[in-house]
């Protein structure tokens, strides 16, 4: 039986986590949620698992030292960290990059400090079977030529243009550092862009899904050709579960769907599945066209396109992305057509004052 300690699990992909490793394991494991309940993070993603006796929720700042070695301290039985807590969007790390850097670096070495601290025997080596599993981003690699047929891999040298990626790859060579230097127990993993349920509506999917619901523009940046790959976030999940329990320790493992697309067929893809499930008489489906496309001011420094090869986590762990696009999108509108109250409770206050600095559509 593991003990998880997860950082960030209030915010998208780290409560899709806990959702998924308390399915599949139930009460074989007890999960610890660190978080510290920004913008990003919400309690309401983890209705259904708080009542579960394994799962404890402590509400803390990664980059208070004090606090994540009481935690440590108070739970000796952590043998396992997932570390999702970061500031993740782009456009927030434009306008205000310091906070990226106190978090996500800041925040990492704090990580990696305390777990080692918990984790190392007097003789310098590690207690057996205890790993820490570091969650990135494939923006650390840069950004690839346009009609590119180029992958990035384990092996790609870093690259990263924005103060979000700059930050998630200083996080990673500290991984790599304390992985290299003591030898601790450790994992990293670049991931593609992911979607599904619990995205914050600041993200590409599902802003536009918001938007065309209330019949409001869809601010496609730039030409709108920028390419990314989009994985269905419990194909990552399930990526995260298969390293962290078999994963060689010190690899890097590359996960992506090799599901590249431009932000423009996204969001046509977006307005072309909303018609399809908007029942005939709701009200809402006169408005979801698309002439609601709107070109605006393209993101400065904006990486023209992401590509992922997965070949490495593949051939090693036989993880492969399960859910189709087509399939994966239709069930994430289904899951925002069944939480209309949850997205009116993260849109409401804060959110429609950034959305108004940030879009004069
Ligand atoms: P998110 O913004 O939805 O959630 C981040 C969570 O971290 C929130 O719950 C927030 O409250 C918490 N947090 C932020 N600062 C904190 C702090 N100082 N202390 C404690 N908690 C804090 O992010 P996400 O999209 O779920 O991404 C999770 C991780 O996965 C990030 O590390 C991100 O870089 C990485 N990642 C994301 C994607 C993606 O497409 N979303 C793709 C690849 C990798
Ligand atoms: P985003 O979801 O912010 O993810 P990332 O920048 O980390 O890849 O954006 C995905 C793509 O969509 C990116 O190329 C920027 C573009 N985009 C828009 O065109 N309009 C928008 O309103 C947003 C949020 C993103």
Known sequence: MHTYLVTGGAGFIGSNFVHY????????????????????????NLKGVEDKAGYTFIKADITDKEAIEKIFMNNPDIDR???FAAESHVDRSIRNPEVFVQTNVLGTAVMLNCAKAAWENSDGTFKEDHRFLHVSTDE??????????????????YDPHSPYSASKASSDMLVKAYMDTYKFPANITNCSNNYGPYQFPEKLIPLMINNALQGKKLP?????????DWLYVEDHCKAIDLVINKGRLFETYNIGGHNEKRNIEIVTIIIETLQDMLDDSDPRKANVTKDLITYVEDRKGHDRRYA????????????EPETMFAQGIRKTIAWYFDHEDWMKNVTSGDYQKYYDSMYSV
């Open 220 to 228: 496609v940046y730039g030409d709108g050709k920028n390419v990314r």
């Open 81 to 83: 960290v997932v570390h």
């Open 308 to 319: 992922i090869a997965p070949d490495k986590i593949k051939s090693e762990l036989g993880w």
């Open 140 to 157: 650390v690699y840069g950004s690839l030529p346009d009609d590119d047929n180029a992958f990035f891999y384990e092996t790609t040298p």
């Open 21 to 44: 490793m308390f399915d599949k394991y139930g009460d074989d494991i007890r999960i610890i949620n660190v978080d510290a309940l920004t913008y990003a993070g919400n309690l309401e």
